[in-house]
Each structure stands twice: as structure tokens, then as C-alpha cells.
């Protein structure tokens, strides 16, 4: 299963708010990309352009079914710089912590 995609399409039943952070670029990865972030189930990485924050969002699906959130740069596939985690966070937390991080 394709945990990426799934989690882009939950992030898209708030198509507006998705929008408002001017995401792009969306890339999906499986368990076995980023081996540095622990046992997880993949995720999706993608760029946003807030007017609080620029660069990119990572969401990984942990072993215990919630998210873990990074937000940073890329550069090459590889985060050269980390600006915030966010651990342990519900499906229905998403978008309230990327908004608050990105756009408000």
C-alpha cells in the first residue's frame, strides 16, 4: 500500500487550506527510504510557500499509526537542515499543525 498517497488524500479533503500553503511537489516514499527516521511505513514530502514558513514538510506514518512531522529543507532527498519535529500527532491534528506552522 502506498501510505504517501493516503495520506495526500487526507490532507485533500481540506483542498482550501491545502492550497492556501501553496503545497507542491509532492513526493511519496516507502519503509524503506529514510531509514535515519526510525521503523515507519512511508510518507509524503512537499513543498510549501506560507507566509510564515517556505521549504518542506515531511510526514512520516510511524509503526504506531500516527504522524510524525518535520519541517525544514531539502536538498537532495537528504534534510540539510531540520527546523522543527512534531512526534506523535493524530490524523486530525494535520492540518491545524501545518496551518499553524505555514500560514498563520
Excluded at 8 to 34: C, I
Excluded at 71 to 90: A, C, E, P, T
Aim: overall charge neutral.
Amino acid at each position: 500500500m502506498n501510505y504517501g498517497k493516503e495520506i495526500h488524500n487526507q490532507l485533500m479533503h481540506n483542498r482550501v487550506v491545502v492550497w492556501s500553503w501553496g503545497a507542491h511537489a509532492y513526493k511519496t516514499f516507502t519503509e524503506n527510504d529514510f531509514p535515519e527516521y526510525g521503523i515507519h511505513r512511508g510518507g509524503l514530502i512537499f513543498k510549501v510557500q506560507g507566509a510564515k514558513f517556505k521549504g518542506h514538510v515531511m510526514i512520516v506514518l510511524t509503526a504506531a499509526d500516527l504522524y510524525d512531522v518535520y519541517f525544514g529543507h531539502l536538498r537532495k532527498g537528504v534534510f540539510y537542515k531540520k527546523l522543527s519535529s512534531h512526534l506523535g500527532i493524530y490524523c486530525d491534528q494535520l492540518h491545524e499543525l501545518i496551518d499553524t506552522t505555514v500560514e498563520t
